[in-house]
């Protein structure tokens, strides 16, 4: 069974600051995708960040940036310089290969405070 | 203009009730899904349907039925609706087949939140 946990339901961090939200996942696959998706209250999904398994390479965009250790099956969200915009529940989730089916972490809760 | 449309947004019913959930999407993807987000913001597959064949059902009770019209519109029916229905409801829609630029990626519409009283 493929699972996929996030151990900080919530977080904080001062504008402009950097902080680092937690994602461990279990699959036996080898061929999968995972993802940083942001839920704001407004409540659309918005893709942050993809990361293809059998890329090395971790993913960047912009001031999103992500730690992946495959062994450990550990998938990290770095947001540098926060932004009051960023305030959102972020999840993490894991799919295998490309059937769409997206395991979701339980979400992390992360206020960006002026 | 865009991408994936879940109307309605907000439904308000009660129990035993019938309804539904249309969505459309225009970004020429071959697959389409609904995701459920319970009460404490956990979300999980129910349904997906690729050219309008049903690929994944997860473990969902006979009450929803999706239907899909075509491979732009996937709409989900729910019977006799239970308190335990409550939920927001996102259709989401993704290019599945293979060498067509497949980044893995669902594209989400907005969601639809059910209250049933």
């Known amino acids: 069974a493929q699972t996929v946990t996030q151990s900080q339901p919530e977080m904080s961090v001062q504008e402009a600051e950097t902080v680092t939200l937690s994602c461990t996942y279990d699959?036996?696959?080898?061929?999968?995708?995972l993802f940083w998706y942001k839920q704001p209250p407004s409540r659309q999904m918005i893709l942050v960040i993809r990361?293809?398994?059998?890329?090395?390479q971790n993913a960047t965009e912009n001031r999103f940036s992500v730690n992946f250790q495959k062994a450990a099956k550990s998938f990290s969200l770095k947001i540098s310089d926060s932004q009051l915009g960023d305030t959102a529940m972020y999840f993490c989730?894991?799919?295998?290969?490309?059937?769409?089916?997206?395991?979701f972490g339980q979400g992390t809760t992360l206020q960006v405070k002026p | 203009d865009t991408a994936v449309s879940q109307t309605p947004k907000y439904l308000v019913t009660q129990m035993g009730n019938d309804k539904s959930i249309k969505c459309e999407q225009n970004?020429?993807?071959?697959?389409m899904y609904w995701y459920k987000q319970d009460s404490k913001k956990f979300l999980k597959i129910m349904f997906s349907?690729?050219?309008?064949?049903?690929?994944i059902n997860e473990t969902v009770p006979n009450r929803f039925s999706p239907k899909s019209p075509d491979k732009a519109h996937l709409n989900l029916h729910i019977n006799s609706l239970e308190l335990g229905d409550s939920a927001v409801y996102f259709c989401?829609?993704?290019?599945?087949?293979?060498?067509?630029?497949?980044?893995?990626?669902?594209?989400f519409g907005e969601g639809s939140r059910l209250t049933v009283l």
């Open positions: 349907y690729n050219n309008k064949e049903l690929i």
């Open positions: 699959t036996s696959e080898n061929n999968y995708y």
């Open positions: 989401a829609s993704s290019h599945r087949t293979s060498g067509r630029g497949n980044t893995g990626e669902l594209f």
């Open positions: 989730a894991l799919a295998r290969g490309n059937t769409g089916k997206l395991i």
């Open positions: 990361q293809e398994a059998y890329k090395q």
């Open positions: 970004l020429g993807h071959d697959t």
